[in-house]
Structure formats: structure tokens, C-alpha cells
């Protein structure tokens, strides 16, 4: 039923501050521009996800709501919605699964810069059935316009969205079981916990979970995105040279990558580069 991951969601004070940032890190330029419904909107499409920066902007209700989640969580991820394509079948099986999903709405928005227009279908499940969560579902009209190369190393899609779990076992009935996902990995390690992968697409739906002494076991949230590049050294330059920290390369967990960690520069989210490295020859 789902069939990819088609944008997250990032919450800003300042939109022009975080369109910038993003353009420094991903060496891509916005796709989409628009504003309605107390919110500025600028949206970066590459191969697999779209980025959605949202900041609030006038005195609506709607601007209040924005506003009052970033002085309570800050800036960062706030939400993530699923792809499909057929959204009457989704929402039944939301129904079926009890996720009480809100009725199928029908969204229009015009790019202020071209003034092209993209139609889609959406549904939007219960937030305290989801873990807390916030989740939408997606029926695509017609693909959004890719974001153009504006630099040498550019980001080519996202590897993987990671998901802080303090209760595993109920986070993957979740997303395995009530959502469709398929596991990929389930795997612990006594340094960094346990990591599950759920297939999405061509990319990942990460949960990890670290074990914390009086953690809030009913509540998941959504922590970090993982970048995939062709040449991370490459990449790594572009970023030092833009002024954005960067770690030294290391081996990656997930088996056959590298990874670089950031250390600025992404508006607050836990944020990795991915290069999949080439396998040996037997």
C-alpha cells in the first residue's frame, strides 16, 4: 500500500536562514516555493524524497499552532508522509488498522516562482495512535520538478529517516504490522542498542533504540536523515570548504557504507552523508 517515502516535514523560525542551509548542504537549489494556510514553504525534490522546510509567517491560527511547536520541541523534524498510490485503499486500511486517519483531502499549491500548479490527495492518521509521530499519506497527481545542481558532490536522495524509540516491540508492530513496512534488519549491539530497518521504497525507515533510565516509553520521535552521495570525500570537501563541520570518514553500521556525521548546518537535525561502497571481488 505504501510505496515510498514522499517528503519529511522540517519546522523553522526563519525560512530564508533554513533555504540557504539546505542549499549549502545538499548543492541543490528549491524546487518549490509557496506560502498559505499561516506558513512559507520552500521544498527541495531529489531522486527518492522531497525536504519540506516550513516556517510560520502572519497571525493565524494556523501560524500560532507552527510557533508554539518550535518553542516547545525547537526547530527540526516534524512529521513524515508516506507515499501511495491509491489513497482510498490507504485510508481503508488505516480504518482496518485503527489509526482513525482523517477524511481523504484534496490539495492544490502553486510554485510563487513559476507559477506552476501540483494537485495530490492526503490523509493524515491520529498522531497519539502513531506514537506520537505525526504522519500523512500521499496520493501524488503528477512528480514534482527535481531541485537543479548548483554544486560540485551534490546530495542524490535520502538513505534513511531515523526513528528514537523507547519500546521497540510496539514501534514495530507499528510500522511492520499496522503500516505494511517490511523489515529489512533487526540487530543489537551492546555500544549503540538495537537498530531495526524497515524497507520504504528504495530507502529506509530506521528505528533505533537506546536504552534511557525514565525515558517516555509511549512516545517516538523522529531524530535524524541520512543523505546518500556518490563520493563522500568529494562531498566532505564541498561542505568544509562551504563552512559546515564535518567529521573524518568511518566505516558505516549499515554493512557495505561510509558515512560522515555534520556538525552544523542542518537546522538542528542529527544528520549523516551515506556512500555505498563497491563490494569486493570474490
Not at 521544498?43 to 518553542?71: C, Q, Y
Not at 502553486?110 to 505525526?134: C, M, N, P
Not at 549491539?189 to 536504552?211: A, K, S, T, Y
Amino acid at each position: 500500500m505504501i510505496t515510498g517515502l514522499d517528503h519529511v516535514v522540517v519546522l523553522l523560525d526563519d525560512i530564508k536562514a533554513g533555504a540557504a542551509a539546505y542549499e549549502r548542504l545538499l548543492g541543490r537549489a528549491p524546487s518549490w516555493q509557496n506560502s498559505g494556510e499561516g506558513a512559507d514553504r520552500v521544498l527541495f525534490s531529489l531522486d527518492n524524497v522531497t525536504l519540506e522546510l516550513m516556517a510560520p509567517t502572519g497571525f493565524s491560527v494556523a501560524a500560532d499552532r507552527i510557533r508554539n511547536v518550535i518553542k516547545i520541541w525547537g526547530e527540526g523534524l516534524a512529521s513524515i508522509c508516506f507515499a501511495t498510490s491509491d489513497i482510498a485503499k490507504m485510508h481503508r486500511r488505516l480504518e482496518r488498522v485503527a489509526l482513525k486517519p482523517d477524511p481523504v483531502a484534496e490539495v492544490e499549491s502553486q510554485d510563487s516562482v513559476s507559477g506552476a500548479v501540483l494537485h495530490w490527495k492526503r490523509t493524515r492518521a491520529a498522531t497519539e495512535l502513531t506514537r506520537g509521530v505525526r504522519m500523512f499519506f500521499l496520493e501524488l497527481e503528477s512528480r514534482r520538478p527535481r531541485s537543479a545542481v548548483t554544486a560540485a558532490a551534490p546530495i542524490l536522495g535520502l538513505d534513511h529517516v531515523v526513528v528514537s524509540t523507547e519500546d521497540p516491540e510496539r514501534a514495530a508492530a507499528l510500522y511492520g504490522a499496522r503500516l505494511g513496512l517490511d523489515m529489512a534488519l533487526d540487530r543489537s549491539h551492546q555500544d549503540w542498542g538495537r537498530l531495526m530497518f524497515f524497507r520504504c521504497g528504495d530507502l529506509i525507515v530506521e528505528m533505533v533504540h537506546r536504552p534511557v533510565a525514565g525515558a517516555d516509553q509511549r512516545h517516538d520521535k523522529l531524530w535524524g536523515l541520512s543523505w546518500r552521495v556518490a563520493d563522500i570525500e568529494a562531498a566532505r570537501k564541498r561542505l568544509l570548504a562551504a563552512g559546515i563541520g564535518v567529521t573524518e570518514v568511518r566505516v558505516g553500521r549499515k554493512p557495505g557504507t561510509r558515512v560522515v556525521s555534520l556538525r552544523d548546518g542542518t537546522c538542528g537535525i542529527h544528520t549523516l552523508l551515506l556512500e555505498k561502497t563497491a563490494p569486493r571481488a570474490s
